[in-house]
């Protein structure tokens, strides 16, 4: 994976959409098999991509509301 660039320059609108498409991604046939990932495994694998492909910001903010 390539580093996030041009950060400043995303919309917000943009960051939380890219991560909605891959938490999507994740539930209904990221894995290897092909198969959906329970909700933990797919947040926790998004929260691996922070700093890489997401904004850490808010990666962080999707974790704080799924928890609420």
């Known amino acids: 994976m390539q580093p996030l660039r041009d950060g400043p320059a995303i919309e917000p609108l943009s ?37 890489q492909q997401f904004d850490r910001q808010t990666v962080n903010a999707l974790l704080i509301a799924y928890r609420n």
């Open 15 to 51: 960051r939380v959409l890219g991560i909605a498409k891959e938490l999507d991604h994740q539930l209904y046939g990221g894995s290897d098999l092909g198969e959906g990932q329970s909700v933990k495994e797919a947040l926790l694998k998004i929260r691996e991509m922070a700093d």
